[in-house]
């Protein structure tokens, strides 16, 4: 079964870093694109930006562009996002998905995501 | 960036009926790159259409896609109970991708 496990929730305080991940299982994970959306809460859903396991070529959203930073590890099949510094205005679920073929693909695959809370 | 913008914002509906969801793009988007999602509270989105009308697997066919260019639709030909949910749009034909804020389709 192809499928997506995300890291579990974090509570974090403004200031501080952070990495989670997501570990792909059931395909060739250096042959597809995965991407992170996020989803703040009651809101819609924001495409971040998306990596190339393979090669890790890395494409960002202008409006995450130095916020985040996004990698991979193929030699466990994990995908990361992290943050340097985080804000209060992190606070979300934070998704991977992968496109159904290549970069120009929609999402068919999601995680279960990962909530980040960032509070004092 | 292509800004998708999706109406209405909040669509009111008994189960049975039609339900025409609206997607429109700043600008043409390209080769039909665009794409449904349904997501249901505390869950992530699923996939229901790709190429702004192949439905995805496992997806029901009472869900249809139409459209091109600017102007796209997910039509449900018959509201079943499952269905009410967020709908959101997606391109994925430019770079960077981007969604659209969303439709809520509601018991009425």
């Known amino acids: 079964e192809v499928q997506l496990v995300q890291s579990g929730a974090e509570v974090k305080k403004p200031g501080e870093s952070l990495k989670i991940s997501c570990k792909g299982s059931g395909y060739s994970f250096t042959s597809y694109w995965i991407g992170w959306v996020r989803q703040m809460p009651g809101k819609g859903l924001e495409w971040m930006g998306i990596i190339y396991p393979g090669d890790s070529d890395t494409r960002y959203s202008p409006s995450f562009q130095g916020q985040v930073t996004i990698s991979a590890d193929k030699s466990i099949s994990t995908a990361y996002l992290q943050w340097s510094s985080l804000k209060a205005s992190d606070t979300a679920m934070y998704y991977c998905?992968?496109?159904?073929?290549?970069?120009?693909?929609?999402?068919?695959?999601w995680g279960q995501g990962t909530m980040v809370t960032v509070s004092s | 960036e292509i800004v998708l913008t999706q109406s209405p914002g909040t669509l009111s509906l008994s189960p049975g009926e039609r339900a025409t969801l609206s997607c429109r793009a700043s600008?043409?988007?390209?080769?039909?790159?665009l794409a449904w999602y349904q997501q249901k509270p505390g869950q992530a989105p699923r996939l229901l259409i790709y190429?702004?009308?192949s439905r995805a697997t496992g997806i029901p066919d009472r869900f249809s896609g139409s459209g091109s260019g600017t102007d796209f639709t997910l039509t449900i030909s018959r509201l079943e109970p499952e269905d009410f949910a967020v709908y959101y749009c997606?391109?994925?034909?430019?770079?960077?991708?981007?969604f659209g804020q969303g439709t809520k389709v509601e018991i009425k």
């Open positions: 998905a992968r496109p159904t073929v290549d970069f120009h693909s929609a999402f068919d695959i």
């Open positions: 997606q391109q994925y034909g430019s770079s960077p991708n981007t």
């Open positions: 190429g702004a009308s």
């Open positions: 600008q043409s988007v390209s080769s039909s790159y």
